[in-house]
C-alpha cells in the first residue's frame, strides 16, 4: 500500500486560506449555530475511549499523516478506498470519521487532491465507486440512473463504516458524509436510508436523481449543509426535469420539511457571491442549511486543484464552512449499534 502525506497546503495560498477561514466563520455567525458553539480545540481533541472498543488502542493500519488505498470486501466485490489519517492520531482516543464520495468518472484520491478535507482533525475514507453505465467506462454510485446495475452501494458504507470501527479507533456517533456531483446525490440516499449510521450530511453541487429521495423516511431528523454554485451547467441550479433533477432550493426545502424546521427560513448575504439560507427550529435541533454560489460552476468551493468547469469561489473553503457545521451533530446513542 502505498502511503503518501497530506494536509499541508500550496505555497502562496496560506494568506488566502486564513482570510477564507475568517470569512467562513463569521459567515456562520451571521445565521446562528444549530447547537451550542464547539470549539476548534475540542474538536480537535477527540474523546477516550475503554481499551475493548475495536479498533481503539491497536496499532494504526498506516502512518498517521499519510494517506493510502486500503481494501474492504462487501457484497461479493473487493471495494477500494482511499484512507488518510490525521497527523496527530492516537488510537487510545476515538475520531470523528468523514466519508467523502467523488462524483462520476473521478476517484477518491481525487476528490482529496482538491477538497482539503485531509486537512480537518478526523479520519477521512475517499470510497471509489463502480464503474457504471453509459458513456465511457466511469465510477459511479447508486441512486443516478448511470450507476453499475446491482451494486449495493449503501451496504458498501456500511460495510466501510464497519472496517473503519475494526481498525481505528472512531466515534461511531460522528460519522459524516460528503461529496460531489454523484457522490452529493448518494450523501442524500444515505440520509435517507442510514440515518442510523450517518450523523449529518455536506453535498456539494448535487446531482440529486429520483432514487437518492424516493420513500425517504429517516429514522430521525438529518442535519445538512448544501453546496451548490447558481451558474452550474452539469447539474443546474434550478433544477433539469429531463433528468428528474430538483431545483436546488426545492430539495434543501424538502429536508426542512423532513425535519420538521420552521416554515420561513432566514437568508444572509455573507460576500458578493456567497449567501446562506438557514432553515432553523427543526426537530431535534437538525438544521437544513443551503450555501449559494452566485455564478459558481460545478465545483467545489475553494477547491485546491482543478473540480469541475465554471467559476470557483475563493472566498470560501467548502471543507471549512462544512466542518464548523458537521462536527456539532452526533447520532442519537439510541440508534447506534
Same mark, same amino acid.
Given at each position: ?40 480545540? =475540542? ?161 456539494? =453541487? ?132
Amino acid at each position: 500500500m502505498k502511503q503518501t502525506p497530506l494536509g499541508g497546503r500550496r505555497p502562496g495560498r496560506r494568506a488566502r486560506a486564513l482570510f477564507r477561514t475568517t470569512v467562513a466563520t463569521a459567515g456562520l455567525a451571521l445565521v446562528g449555530s444549530a447547537l451550542a458553539p464547539v470549539t476548534a480545540t =475540542a474538536a480537535a481533541a477527540p474523546a477516550a475511549r475503554p481499551a475493548s472498543a475495536d479498533g481503539c488502542r491497536q496499532p494504526a493500519p498506516q502512518q498517521p499523516g499519510t494517506s493510502g488505498l486500503r481494501t474492504v470486501a462487501s457484497g461479493g466485490l473487493s471495494r477500494t478506498y482511499q484512507l488518510h489519517l490525521p497527523a496527530n492520531y492516537n488510537p487510545r482516543h476515538d475520531w470523528p470519521v468523514v466519508l467523502a464520495f467523488h462524483g462520476r468518472g473521478n476517484t477518491g484520491v481525487g476528490t482529496e487532491e482538491f477538497s482539503g478535507l485531509s486537512n480537518l482533525p478526523a479520519i477521512v475514507a475517499y470510497p471509489n465507486g463502480v464503474i457504471g453505465t453509459g458513456d465511457g467506462d466511469r465510477q459511479a454510485w447508486q441512486g443516478a440512473p448511470y450507476a453499475a446495475a446491482g451494486v449495493d452501494d449503501v451496504a458498501f458504507t456500511g460495510d466501510l463504516i464497519d472496517e473503519l470501527r475494526r481498525t481505528l479507533c472512531v466515534d461511531e456517533r460522528r460519522v459524516y458524509a460528503t461529496g460531489k456531483s454523484n457522490g452529493a446525490g448518494f450523501t442524500g440516499l444515505l440520509a435517507c436510508r442510514m440515518s442510523d449510521r450517518i450523523a449529518a450530511i455536506a453535498p456539494v =453541487a448535487g446531482a440529486f436523481y429520483p432514487e437518492t429521495g424516493e420513500n425517504c423516511r429517516p429514522s430521525r431528523p438529518v442535519p445538512v449543509i448544501d453546496f451548490h454554485g447558481t451558474g452550474d451547467v452539469t447539474i443546474p441550479y434550478a433544477g433539469d426535469p429531463d433528468r428528474g433533477l430538483p431545483a436546488i432550493p426545492d430539495w434543501t426545502a424538502a429536508w426542512a420539511d423532513r425535519n420538521d424546521c420552521r416554515p420561513r427560513p432566514k437568508t444572509s448575504t455573507m460576500e458578493p457571491d456567497i449567501t446562506i439560507t438557514r432553515h432553523s427550529g427543526c426537530d431535534h435541533g437538525a438544521e437544513v442549511r443551503h450555501v449559494a454560489i452566485t455564478d459558481g460552476g460545478h465545483t467545489w468551493p475553494g477547491a485546491d486543484s482543478y473540480s469541475g468547469g465554471g467559476y470557483a469561489t475563493e472566498t470560501i473553503e467548502a471543507h471549512e464552512v462544512m466542518w464548523q457545521f458537521l462536527r456539532q451533530y452526533r447520532t442519537p446513542r439510541s440508534v447506534v449499534r
